[in-house]
Structure formats: structure tokens, C-alpha cells
């Protein structure tokens, strides 16, 4: 299993930017989804959720501004990012809990994608 990101980049502030991931492998199930952002000598933070059933969860910071969503029947995952601002430059990792098989045997675990840049400046 792996979990491929992509989008990110420049945008200037008050400008968008869109991420995705995309969960590939022998998968039995996605379950819960999420990005995650780590900016230069901070830790690493949840800013959106989702659940398989499509509750979601904000970041204080993000509320209003950022919207997760994700399509079951593709195992993808997209965070439209508006309103950007200085403080959301940072590394984007998405996350998620996957089922899935090996061999015969059923296992579940997290699965981070490698990090994908987002830079808001003037």
C-alpha cells in the first residue's frame, strides 16, 4: 500500500491551491483520512479530516478556508485549500488507516505520503 500526494506549490496570499492522494495497493478498505502540515521548526499537525463515512474535521485554523473531501470508489482524497495565507506554508503529508490484504491475511495500518510543499508569499 501507498499513499501518492499531489498539487501544492506557490500561491500568493488570498490565493487557492488544491491537494490530492490517492491510496493504491491490494485495499480492502480506506478508512480514515487526513492532511496533515509541518512548517519549518514546528511539529507536525492535523489540519483536516475525514472519515469514511464523511465526517471531517478542522484545524482551528483552517476552518472556513480549507475543505476536505473523498471519493470511496477511488480511494482519493482532495483538500481545496482558499483564502491562503503565510501561516499555511508548510510540508502537506495526507494519512490514512487502510485494510488491506496480504496473501490471504487482513491487516490495517497508517500510511503517510511523502510530503508535498505549499508556499504562500507575496
Known amino acids: 500500500v501507498q499513499l501518492q500526494a499531489s498539487g501544492g506549490g506557490s500561491a500568493q496570499p488570498g490565493g487557492s491551491l488544491r491537494l490530492s492522494c490517492i491510496a493504491l495497493?491490494?485495499?480492502?478498505?480506506?478508512?480514515?483520512m487526513g492532511w496533515y502540515r509541518q512548517a519549518p521548526g514546528k511539529q507536525r499537525e492535523l489540519v483536516a479530516g475525514?472519515?469514511?463515512?464523511?465526517?471531517?474535521n478542522y484545524a482551528d485554523a483552517v476552518k472556513g478556508r480549507f475543505t476536505i473531501s473523498r471519493d470511496n470508489t477511488k480511494n482519493t482524497m482532495v483538500l481545496q485549500m482558499d483564502s491562503l495565507n503565510p501561516e499555511d506554508t508548510a510540508v502537506y503529508y495526507c494519512?490514512?488507516?487502510?485494510?488491506?490484504?496480504?496473501?490471504?491475511?487482513?491487516?490495517?495500518?497508517?500510511?503517510w505520503g511523502a510530503g508535498t510543499q505549499v508556499t504562500v508569499s507575496s
Open positions: 494519512n490514512a488507516h487502510v485494510q488491506y490484504f496480504s496473501g490471504d491475511n487482513l491487516h490495517g495500518s497508517h500510511f
Open positions: 495497493g491490494n485495499i480492502f478498505s480506506v478508512n480514515d
Open positions: 475525514v472519515s469514511r463515512t464523511g465526517a471531517t
